[in-house]
């Protein structure tokens, strides 16, 4: 299964933009790249995905590398309640119900917003 | 978008005996799944959810300590049976469709065994 690589850890300000970075480098062709972020005693909630382009949406944004072995979510003012474990995850979508397709989580990066 | 509610939110069990959580989506679902998260882990998938047929399990986990069933697709229970203290945990459901791209989460049932 092609895995992603994300720092353990990262500390922003409030209000200031913050870049979480993942690494995937034996992406495959048809593997999106999704992310999930859990809140403090809450289950993951669905942030954005993306496949080759950029992506937005109200939450955030996902910045993918052209040979899309690295992309970042990028929270363009972080606040306090964005403090959460941001999980960086790989979905074959041509493979839906299948082994290669489900959400398997990493360790993920625990992001810390200081006042 | 899908609510997905568990029930009981937490327990207090003794060892040696069995708990049933439950799994209540408000809308269908095709795909249901059941995951596992010790205090400071991250999450571990413990089965697939298939409606009408045996879950499908992942490495480490057999139906005779975590049976689950999914009789229809909006419903799904997973018990947990002979608990030992190993089996404190938060146990977590969730569902998704084929046709949206985003899993939704319960909010998780906290265990503890004693």
């Known amino acids: 299964d092609a895995k992603t690589t994300q720092p353990n850890s990262m500390e922003s300000n409030e209000e200031e933009p913050v870049h979480l970075p993942c690494n995937h480098s034996?992406?495959?062709?048809?593997?999106?790249i999704h992310w999930y972020r859990q809140l403090p005693s809450q289950g993951p909630e669905y942030v954005i995905h993306?496949?080759?382009s950029n992506v937005n949406n109200r939450m955030a944004s996902l910045a993918i590398a052209e040979d899309r072995k690295s992309s970042t979510l990028i929270l363009h003012r972080a606040t306090l309640r964005d403090a959460a474990v941001y999980y960086c995850?790989?979905?074959?979508?041509?493979?839906?119900?299948?082994?290669?397709?489900?959400?398997?989580f990493g360790t993920g990066t625990l992001l810390a917003v200081q006042p | 978008s899908a609510v997905i509610s568990q029930k009981p939110s937490r327990d207090i069990c003794q060892r040696g005996t069995s708990l049933t959580i439950q799994c209540q989506v408000d809308s269908q679902v095709t795909m249901m799944f059941w995951y596992r998260q010790q205090p400071g882990q991250s999450l571990t998938l413990i089965a697939t959810a298939n409606q009408g047929s045996e879950a499908t399990y992942e490495s480490g986990f057999v139906i005779d300590k975590f049976p689950i069933s999914r009789p229809n697709l909006t419903f799904s229970t997973l018990t947990v049976s002979n608990m030992s203290p190993e089996d404190s945990s938060i146990y977590l459901c969730?569902?998704?469709?084929?046709?949206?791209?985003?899993?939704?989460f319960g909010q998780g049932t906290r265990l503890t065994v004693v």
């Open positions: 969730s569902g998704e469709s084929q046709e949206n791209t985003e899993a939704f």
């Open positions: 034996t992406i495959s062709g048809t593997d999106y």
């Open positions: 993306g496949l080759t």
């Open positions: 995850i790989l979905r074959d979508r041509l493979n839906y119900g299948g082994a290669t397709n489900k959400l398997i």
